[in-house]
C-alpha cells in the first residue's frame, strides 16, 4: 500500500552546500568545469551531515563559458553515478542559480520531487592561462561543435554593437550615468557612493575563505585610475567590475523536510525557502522607457520584503548582485536601506570573483552559513543580462507559514509600472539631450570613444559617438562635479554614416 504523503514530504529546504576555488600551483594541474562541479557537490553532500547524492532526483546546471560539452548533464551525472529524472544544464543569467533553487522548492511543494541539486562551475582563469602559454590542458576534449550559449547581446540594435554598447562592462555606466542624476548626485558623489560600497564588498571577501581576492580593498583605491586599475568604460575602473578570470565551483542540496530526515540530517542544517519573485525588463536595453530604474527590480524586492513583512530591515543578511555599482545602489534604494548597509555575505563579483553565470550560487553557499549561524531572513537578489532578469529568494532558518507560493512571476507589476518607450532612430539631426553616456578607453588607458544616448527634438531615442578628437565634449561627460545628463547639443552624421555628437 503506497504511504500517503506527508506535510513535511512538501517543505522545502537547503540541506548542504559546497564550493570549490581552485588556484593550483601548476596551469596543468587546474581542475576542469566537470571535476569542479561534481567535487562541489560532493561537498555539499559532506555539508548536510546525511547522504543525499544517489538519490537526486532532478539536477540543474548553470550554464558556464569557459569550456564546451557536447552533454554536460549527461555527462555530470555519469561522474557521479547518478540517475535523476530531471537533469538539466540552462541557458544564460546570473540570476539562475536563483531561480533554479527556487524552482527545486516549488516542485517539492507540488510533490513532484524529494531530492534536488543546483550546481555550477568555471575555469576561466585556468583556461586563459593554458591557451596564452600554449598549453594543452588535460580535460574533457572542448566539444568545438557544441552550440555556443545565446547571451543578451545578441538582441541589441545594430548600431549599438558598432558603438561598442552592447556588452555588460559598457551598457550599466548608462546606468550609472542616468541614475546618479536621477538621484540629485553629482557624478563624484555617485563615485564616491560606489568606492565605499564596493570596498564594503571586499572586506567580505576579505574573509571569505571562498574567495579569489582576499584583500580590503580601501574606497579611494578602488575609484582612482591607475596603470593596474584602469578606466575601461567610464566611469567604472577595473576594480569596479566583476572578474571572470577565476576557477570556481558552487553546489546546493535542496529537499524536503521528510527527505532530510530520513538521510539523516541534523535538523541545524536546514535552511527553509519562504518564496520570492521573478520579473523582466527587454532584453534590448534601447527599448526600456528609461535607464535610471528597473521595473523588474522594484517589483522582485517589494515582493521579497512582503515576504518577510517589512522592508529591507526585516533581512538579517542581504546579498544584492554586484556585477556593477549601479545595480545595488539602485536595489538599496527599492529596499529602502541607508547608504551604511551591508550588501553582501559573499563579497562580490570584483573581489570574491565572478564564475559568470554561477556567483549566486555562491552566494546561497554563503547565506545558508551565515542563517546557521543565527538570524531570521536572508534575502538573496540575483540578476541576468544587461539590468534584464532578477529574481530575488527569501530564505530562513525558520519553517514558513506556508508552501512557497507556485505563481512567483511579477511581471504584471513591472510591466504596469513601465511608462512609454520612445522610438528608436538611426539617423538624426538637430539638438539632442543625453539620457545616458559613457566613454569607453583602450587597455593602455586611451580613449577610444564617447557614447550618448539621446533623445531628439521629437522625443525619439538614438545613439550617438563623441570622436576621441572632440576633447572639449569629453571633458564635459567626465566632468566629475557636474553631469552630463540633460545636456543638448547638435546631431549630425559622420563620414561614416555614424551619428555623432558634440556638447553646445
Known sequence: MTQAPSAEDRIPVIVGVGEITDQPAEI?????????????????ERDSGGRLLAGIQSLDIVNFLSWRYHDPAALLCERLGITPARAIYGPVGGETPIRYIHEAAKAIARGECQVAAICGAEAQGTATKAERAGIELPWTPFAHDAPAPV????????????????????????????????????????????????????????????????????PEEITTPTADNRLIAWPYTKLMVANPSVNQAAAILVTSVAAARAAGVPEDRMIHIWGGASADEPLDYLERDQFHESHAQNAVLKTAMALAGGDGTAFDAIELYSCFPCL????????????????????????????????????????????????????LYGQGGFVTKHHGLVLSPRAA???????????????????????????????????????????KGEVRHGVVVLRTQDDARTLARVPVTDEATLARLTDLDRSAVGTVGPIRTAGDGIPEWSAA
Open 28 to 44: 596543468s594541474a587546474g581542475r576542469e568545469p566537470m571535476t569542479l562541479m561534481a567535487d562541489a557537490l560532493k561537498d555539499a
Open 151 to 218: 547571451r543578451n547581446a545578441s538582441y541589441q540594435k545594430p548600431l549599438a554593437t558598432t558603438l561598442g554598447v552592447a556588452s555588460p562592462v559598457t551598457v550599466y555606466p548608462i546606468y550609472e550615468a542616468a541614475t546618479a542624476a536621477h538621484w540629485g548626485l553629482t557624478p563624484r558623489q555617485a563615485l564616491e557612493e560606489s568606492g565605499t560600497l564596493w570596498s564594503r564588498y571586499s572586506s567580505v571577501a576579505a574573509r571569505n575563505p571562498h574567495s579569489w581576492l582576499k584583500r580590503h580593498v580601501p
Open 328 to 379: 545595488p545602489k539602485m536595489a538599496r534604494r527599492t529596499l529602502k536601506l541607508g547608504a551604511d548597509m551591508q550588501p553582501t555575505v559573499t563579497g562580490g563579483l570584483t573581489f570574491f570573483g565572478a564564475p559568470l553565470n554561477d556567483y549566486m550560487a555562491h552566494a546561497a553557499c554563503a547565506m545558508v552559513r551565515r542563517l546557521r549561524a543565527g538570524g531570521r531572513f536572508g534575502l
Open 401 to 443: 507559514p506556508a508552501p512557497p507560493a507556485q505563481d512567483t512571476s511579477v511581471q504584471a507589476e513591472a510591466d504596469a509600472n513601465r511608462k512609454s518607450v520612445p522610438r528608436f532612430v538611426t539617423e538624426a539631426g538637430g539638438p539632442g539631450k543625453v539620457e545616458g553616456f559613457t566613454v569607453l578607453y583602450g587597455r
